[in-house]
């Protein structure tokens, strides 16, 4: 099976854009999850999806957004992007039964 | 609200040492409670894993026990190797809700 693929890998954007980042995920997997991680906070969990519908919403503002498309791909958007905003973004999917979820390699966004 | 805390790193051991991560955490059901491995430049893939209590997650000379009485979940390994340099993470997660990550424990072994 393939793994957990998100694109890009590496994005540069200033400071008031907007940025998409996707993951696609495990075939047969429908949940998917997103985290920020940072060296000071550790990974931050931004929301979950499952079967299109989010599941699950950690503490980020609205200029944090997801959704979730019919084939499980799922896409998050970050408007006016703030020079904090600057991180790995991981996603996760899982089968939404067993718990257990997989990384994908991240995409790291640098906010200048 | 449901927490985990991890030891504060970096943790630097010669090879062949043993190794003890400490992870506790706070939850108000009964979580399941996982271990995951973080590779320099990689996400993080799952180390193992534990559902109950008492339970022994173990993988790749890893282990961790499902302690309910003392709510830890700590990281073992006999002897450790250059090759198992990696940030470590504990997490938890109950029901359906999202998972709880600790920070992350940086581990270097040398040679």
């Known amino acids: 099976k393939a793994g957990v693929t998100q694109t890009p890998r590496y994005l540069i954007k200033t400071r008031g854009q907007q940025v998409t980042l996707s993951c696609s995920p495990i075939?047969?997997?429908?949940?998917v999850s997103w985290y920020q991680q940072t060296p000071g906070q550790g990974l931050q969990f931004l929301f979950e999806?499952?079967?299109?519908?989010?599941?699950n919403k950690g503490n980020f503002p609205g200029r944090f957004s997801g959704r979730q498309f019919s084939n499980s791909r799922s896409e998050m958007n970050v408007s006016t992007l703030e020079l904090g905003d600057s991180a790995l973004y991981l996603c996760?999917?899982?089968?939404?039964?067993?718990?257990?979820?997989?990384f994908g390699p991240g995409t790291r966004l640098t906010v200048t | 609200g449901d927490s985990v805390t991890q030891m504060e790193g970096p943790v630097t051991l010669s090879e062949e040492a043993f190794l003890t991560i400490n992870c506790t955490y706070t939850?108000?059901?009964?979580?399941?409670l996982f271990w995951y491995v973080q590779y320099p430049g990689e996400g993080l893939q799952l180390l193992l894993k534990?559902?109950?209590?008492?339970d022994k997650g173990s993988n790749k000379g890893f282990e961790a026990t499902y302690r309910k009485e003392t709510t830890s979940f700590h990281l073992e390994k006999g002897s450790v190797q250059v090759s198992d340099s990696a940030v470590y993470f504990c997490?938890?997660?109950?029901?359906?809700?999202?998972?709880?990550f600790g920070t992350g424990t940086s581990l270097t072994v040398i040679p």
């Open positions: 996760a999917t899982g089968d939404g039964a067993s718990y257990e979820q997989y």
């Open positions: 075939s047969g997997h429908r949940s």
């Open positions: 999806y499952f079967s299109e519908t989010q599941r």
């Open positions: 939850a108000t059901g009964y979580p399941s």
């Open positions: 534990a559902t109950k209590a008492d």
């Open positions: 997490a938890l997660r109950e029901g359906g809700n999202q998972f709880y």
